[in-house]
């Protein structure tokens, strides 16, 4: 049965029924960079990325390059031991994690109108609801990501990191989510939560309760306008950094036409 499933799946995908959507943004020395305070003293700092040989005298018959980046840099996965409140979980880190965690159904949330009237625009637990009364109720196990339409402004820095303010989700957004045992949640913006976030109750509550819950993040996804409300598949697979805690990803979407 199982094995019948997984063929049909491969089908699908051959025949054009499943489509792969990319949702990753493009990871290079243009990719806009998170800006820390001055007063933690490091910031992450732009990719690099470096030629070692490019078909030429230092290997005329091969390319590579060697990369400088951040974990957390470009469409990124955020794991539990990001954060002080899932620093303890003994799978909170890339290189520890159950990769079966990183698949799962998706629910796109769209909040691209809201966000267009208002960079600061919060996501809150009577949004979902509503939400949910129209598509159906969210699951445990399956990913939740806000749609924004964010991603159409990582072409430039600027625009995307819009002096700190982006939409995100209020607290009771995520204690809802958190209740619901949702596997993690997504944003097309710089990080998981808003840019007001810090000024929650609590503060920066995407990180602080999706971690303490031992859930996960993803961060600077684009194309989240290509899928529907509910019945794509999510992958998001981290590298398998050792103590990683957190790591740039292709994410990809399975939606069925």
Excluded at 81 to 97: E, N
């Amino acid at each position: 049965m199982v094995q019948n499933t997984l063929s049909q799946l491969a089908a699908s995908l051959l025949n054009g029924h499943i489509e792969v959507v990319d949702l990753s943004a493009v990871l290079g020395p243009n990719t806009p960079i998170i800006e820390l305070p001055a007063s933690m003293g490091k910031n992450t700092p732009k990719v690099e990325i470096n030629t070692i040989s490019a078909y030429d005298e230092s290997g005329k018959d091969w390319a590579w390059n060697w990369l400088i980046l951040g974990e957390h840099s470009g469409t990124h996965f955020d794991a539990p031991s990001h954060w002080i409140s899932g620093k303890d979980h003994p799978d909170g880190t890339t290189d520890t994690l159950d990769l079966g965690h990183c698949i799962g159904m998706v629910n796109v949330i769209d909040c691209s109108k809201e966000s267009a009237e208002n960079p600061d625009f919060l996501l809150t637990e009577a949004h979902i609801r509503a939400w949910e009364a129209e598509h159906g109720e969210i699951g445990a196990g399956e990913w939740v990501v806000m749609r924004t339409d964010w991603h159409k402004r990582n072409h430039s820095a600027e625009e995307f990191l819009n002096m700190g303010r982006n939409p995100g989700p209020a607290a009771d957004a995520v204690q809802y989510l958190v209740a619901k045992d949702v596997l993690g949640w997504g944003a097309e913006t710089i990080g998981t939560d808003a840019g007001q976030g810090g000024k929650l109750t609590p503060p920066l509550p995407a990180h602080n309760l999706f971690h303490s819950a031992n859930k996960f993040g993803l961060a600077s996804l684009s194309n989240l306008d290509k899928l529907p409300p509910r019945g794509a598949v999510l992958v998001a697979s981290p590298l398998k950094i050792q103590g990683g805690s957190g790591s740039p990803i292709r994410a990809f979407a399975l939606v069925q036409r």
